[in-house]
Every structure is written in structure tokens, then in C-alpha cells.
T-cell receptor, first 113, second 113 residues
Framework: DGGITQSPKYLFRKEGQNVTLSCEQNLNHDAMYWYRQDPGQGLRLIYY???????QKGDIAEGYSVSREKKESFPLTVTSAQKNPTAFYLC????????????FGDGTRLSIL | RKEVEQDPGPFNVPEGATVAFNCTYSNSASQSFFWYRQDCRKEPKLLMSVYSSGNEDGRFTAQLNRASQYISLLIRDSKLSDSATYLC??????????????FGKGTLLTVNP
């Protein structure tokens, strides 16, 4: 079955540590996205990539980094500079860029130890 | 006015009831619209796109009113399994390759036996 796989489902970060969240899709989608969701809040865009080897900052990119070396993969690193990383992180993809509906992975919950 | 605004609810309805959600958006340049559902602690899933002429999918009807800048979702004959948070999503084209998908905070629906 085609889909988006995020791992791990749960992740704990120590102070000063960088952690990387994995996102892989086998839908052959060009565009990929990272969002964070806090309780009672809407999804906020962290980074997006329209095509392989390209990515752009979203609304809340500070303290995060990404790469897009392969079409299938869009990992997100939460750096120690992100002072409030506890959230539900969602990766999404869409067939193309330009308002296509997005399909989501099942998310990673990140907490601080 | 917020970019995308929804009544947070919660809406508590009995099985079999008809329930309607509204969503307003602030930017008249918005071009495409979607409803997603999100179960507790799960990822959002695309429920339906919203077309200018209105569209129906089984018990679900979506409508768009561009003049008043709102979209609606009507659920008929509510089932227990319809209990979820419903997210209104609006896409705006702001020139060139700049598109932005904005998520509302969601409306919580609980269908009671």
C-alpha cells in the first residue's frame, strides 16, 4: 500500500540534544511538508519542499532543519535551538505544488526528558 | 479577522442527527478548500475537497460561498464513528509559485448513542 511512514511514533529529547524525525513516502509525490501541532492549536508549517533538492522555510522554521536529497525522504531535525519542542509532528505530501490536497503520515510525538 | 476561523465546539449530538459546521476565511484570493477529519491523537485525513458548485459524498455535503468567504460541512444521519475533530483548510495563491495551505483549529464533534 502506498503511504507516508513517520518514525519513531514517540521520541524523547534531552536538553541540548538534536533529534531527527524520519518521513518516507512511496506515493511518488513531488511536494513534502512538516507541520507541528500543539494542543488546541491548528497545524503550523515548519518547512516544505516543492521538489527534490529544494526546500523552503515555513512559518515557524527557527530551531529546525531539513534535507531533501531523495524524492521519497524528507527528514526533520529538531535542534537544541528549538526551546519548546514538545509537540505532535506531522509530515505530509502532495502530488504537486500549488494547492493540492495533502496526505499525512501518522505523526511523531516528541517530548522533553 | 483570523485567516481561517472555525467554531471550536464541542458539538454534542445524538446518533442520527444532522450537524453543520461553518468556517470563515479572510483572504479573498483563496482558491481551494478542503475538509479534513482528525481523530484523537491521530493524523488529519482528507474528508473532501470543496467545489464552487457544492459537492456531496454520501452523508457529507460541502458548500462554498465565495462572496461571504465561508465554507460549510453538513453531516446527515450522524454515526458514532463520525466523532472527531473537523478541520477547515484553505489554500491561497499569493503569486508566482507561492501557495499557502492554512489549517483551522478544528471543530470537535461528539456523536452520542
Amino acid at each position: 500500500d502506498g503511504g507516508i511512514t513517520q518514525s519513531p511514533k514517540y521520541l524523547f529529547r534531552k536538553e541540548g540534544q538534536n533529534v531527527t524525525l524520519s518521513c518516507e513516502q512511496n506515493l511518488n509525490h513531488d511536494a513534502m511538508y512538516w507541520y507541528r501541532q500543539d494542543p488546541g492549536q491548528g497545524l503550523r508549517l515548519i518547512y516544505y519542499s516543492q521538489i527534490v533538492n529544494d526546500f523552503q522555510k515555513g512559518d515557524i522554521a527557527e530551531g529546525y532543519s531539513v534535507s531533501r536529497e531523495k524524492k521519497e525522504s524528507f527528514p526533520l531535525t529538531v535542534t537544541s535551538a528549538q526551546k519548546n519542542p514538545t509537540a505532535f509532528y506531522l509530515c505530509a505530501s502532495s502530488i504537486g505544488w500549488g494547492g493540492q490536497p495533502q496526505h499525512f503520515g501518522d505523526g511523531t510525538r516528541l517530548s522533553i526528558l | 479577522r483570523k485567516e481561517v476561523e472555525q467554531d471550536p465546539g464541542p458539538f454534542n449530538v445524538p446518533e442520527g442527527a444532522t450537524v453543520a459546521f461553518n468556517c470563515t476565511y479572510s483572504n479573498s484570493a483563496s482558491q481551494s478548500f478542503f475538509w479534513y477529519r482528525q481523530d484523537c491523537r491521530k493524523e488529519p485525513k482528507l474528508l473532501m475537497s470543496v467545489y464552487s458548485s457544492g459537492n456531496e459524498d454520501g452523508r457529507f455535503t460541502a458548500q462554498l460561498n465565495r462572496a461571504s468567504q465561508y465554507i460549510s460541512l453538513l453531516i446527515r444521519d450522524s454515526k458514532l464513528s463520525d466523532s472527531a475533530t473537523y478541520l477547515c483548510v484553505v489554500n491561497k495563491h499569493s503569486g508566482g509559485s507561492n501557495y499557502k495551505l492554512t489549517f483551522g483549529k478544528g471543530t470537535l464533534l461528539t456523536v452520542n448513542p
